[in-house]
């Protein structure tokens, strides 16, 4: 792996684009072409709120093979809709969000399509969507970063974590705030977007966890402002034990 070349007292943006090119190497760069269609990512996004991945994917699941398609799950009673989705945080809440979702795509599209956000601006295209209910930025970027790409940052609680502690953004900057700060500290482009988020929700994940983080396996010691604090400057011998490579469960 690469060493820094940045140090602990470098810019937000330096720091920003260290950590980019860092976690390229230690992850493995990602392309842009979508995992999901769009209507999967945004039903998909609202179910995995505060909910496992593969309990959000297990709701998705039985949900389809219940009710058929984006009709059926409409037309369920919510009863019914919220027993498919139980492995989700809420499911009471989110079944009638789902289908208020859906009953507001079908009537101003005239189809379960999101296919028309392709075309609009950035700002036209997080206000529709943070309109709905339960849509919030970061899923509204999700979406239109991963399936349109958007030059939009989603940062969650993980991404938002370890930009914190590392020194992009500052101590009082709240998530929603975090989309548009981080946003300007980092090219315009779909491809890094997409890595910087992925990359750090896994670190966030995996490394950088809210209570404990595994610092010494972190590649961004070199300049995070939280492990000077706890560990004083990252010597040579701690920067070569860094692992050149992601080493551990699967990553989704």
Known sequence: MPTSSVTYTATPAEKAWQD???????????DATPRRTPMRELISTVLSHRTTHRDEELAYDRMLETFSDWEGVLQAPTAELAHAIRTTRWPDT???????????????????????LADWPVEQGLAWLTDMPGIGLKT?????????????????????????????????VSTEKAHHVLLELLPKEADVLLNFHKHNYWLGQHICFFAK?????????????????????ADAAALAATPLQWQGEKLH
């Open 20 to 30: 980019h090119l860092l976690l390229n190497d230690f992850y493995g760069l990602l």
């Open 213 to 233: 983080p595994d610092c010494p396996r972190c590649p961004l010691k070199g300049f995070c402002n939280y492990y000077l604090e706890h560990y004083g400057p």
């Open 94 to 116: 989110q079944a009638p969000r789902i289908q208020e979702i859906l009953r507001r795509i079908k009537a101003e599209q005239g189809a379960f399509t999101l296919d028309f």
């Open 140 to 172: 509204a970027s999700l979406v239109l970063l991963f399936n349109f790409q958007k030059p939009v940052l989603p940062v969650d609680t993980h991404v938002h974590r370890v930009a914190q502690r590392v020194g992009m953004i500052g101590p009082k």
